[in-house]
């Protein structure tokens, strides 16, 4: 196995940093004219969703929208496309994911994973195919997306820590393609209570991954297996009573789902 080595570049342009990483055995082979300038059309991609979606900016199609301003739904297909995401994924998890925080709409909790798949599809993904280049992933907060180069025996390791104790580790995740999201903030309109303390689940998009570890964190461990069977999920459950809980392709390791 070969030893690799990992190239880090950080875009600060929105409320969370994003990092990218390019896994490669041999740095100079990299066409860095080639990263660079794909680092800075990432740059101006997410200057754009900033634009759209910050809080901070009182002139945010998101913004505007809070104060009861509907036209970004007509002007912006990027608005448009993240607010019919998050009905969706209301309407998927029975409301167990939720868009709405203080009254207001809000995507933060889908945006991230939106953002990520976005960016990965449109900018990384093609890096793959330049010499030097094994692997690239792409964080932003607990979501991850990642990839490999075919043909390869490259795989990325994740590791997820104790929500109470970050230097215990419950799991390890070798992957060469996917995406992963960790959520340990209840983010849901529902007053039911929940006691997990933390999800991870692996997708294969970061959307995904994004919405149903923010929906297992409100379901609760009794209501979120009948997801987990449903959409044949797979993942990590922290309950406070319960502990750790597996569970691959809508299996759990304590209780087999039925399909």
Same mark, same amino acid.
Not at 74 to 79: G, Q
Not at 109 to 131: K, P, T, V
Not at 203 to 222: E, K
């Given at each position: #196995?070969?030893? %690799? ?6 875009? +600060? ?16 082979? $990299?066409? &860095? ?12 991609? =997410?200057?754009?969703?900033? /634009? ?21 739904? #007509? ?7 993240? %607010?019919? !995401?998050?009905? &969706?994924?209301?309407? #998927?998890?029975?409301? %167990? ?20 798949? !976005? ?32 043909? $390869? ?6 590791? $997820? +820590?104790?929500?109470? +104790?970050?230097? =215990?580790?419950?799991?390890? %995740?070798?992957? !060469?393609?996917?995406? =992963? ?16 303390? !933390? ?6 998009? /970061?959307?995904?991954?994004? =919405?149903?570890?923010? /929906? ?17 999920? &797979? ?10 809980? +597996? ?7 304590? $209780?087999?789902?039925?399909?």
């Amino acid at each position: #196995m070969p030893e %690799y080595k990992y190239l880090s570049i950080v875009v +600060n342009k929105f409320d969370l940093p994003f990092e990218i990483k390019l896994a490669t055995v041999d740095p100079d082979l $990299i066409d &860095t004219n080639l990263v660079d300038k794909t680092i800075e059309k990432i740059s101006e991609n =997410i200057k754009e969703y900033d /634009a759209t979606f910050s809080l901070e900016n009182h002139d945010s199609l998101l913004s505007r929208f809070q104060d009861g301003e509907e036209t970004g739904l #007509m002007t912006s297909k990027i608005f448009r496309e993240v %607010y019919e !995401q998050t009905i &969706t994924a209301e309407q #998927m998890t029975h409301h %167990y994911f939720s868009s709405y925080f203080n009254g207001k709409y809000d995507p933060i909790g889908l945006l991230n994973g939106w953002m990520i798949d !976005q960016i990965f599809n449109h900018y990384l993904l093609s890096l793959l195919s330049s010499e030097g280049i094994d692997g690239i992933s792409l964080r932003c907060g607990e979501d991850v997306r990642l990839a490999s180069r075919p043909n $390869i025996d490259f795989r990325w390791r994740i590791a $997820i +820590n104790d929500p109470k +104790n970050l230097g =215990i580790l419950l799991a390890t %995740y070798y992957l !060469q393609n996917g995406a =992963i999201s960790t959520s340990n903030e209840k983010r849901s309109l529902r007053k039911e209570k929940s006691n997990v303390e !933390q999800v991870t689940i692996v997708s294969n998009n /970061a959307l995904d991954a994004n =919405i149903w570890s923010s /929906a297992g964190i409100a379901a609760g461990t009794n209501k979120f297996p009948e997801f987990v069977s449903k959409y044949h999920l &797979t993942g990590v459950l922290v309950d406070e009573y319960a502990g750790m809980e +597996n569970f691959r392709d809508g299996f759990s390791d304590k $209780i087999e789902m039925s399909k």
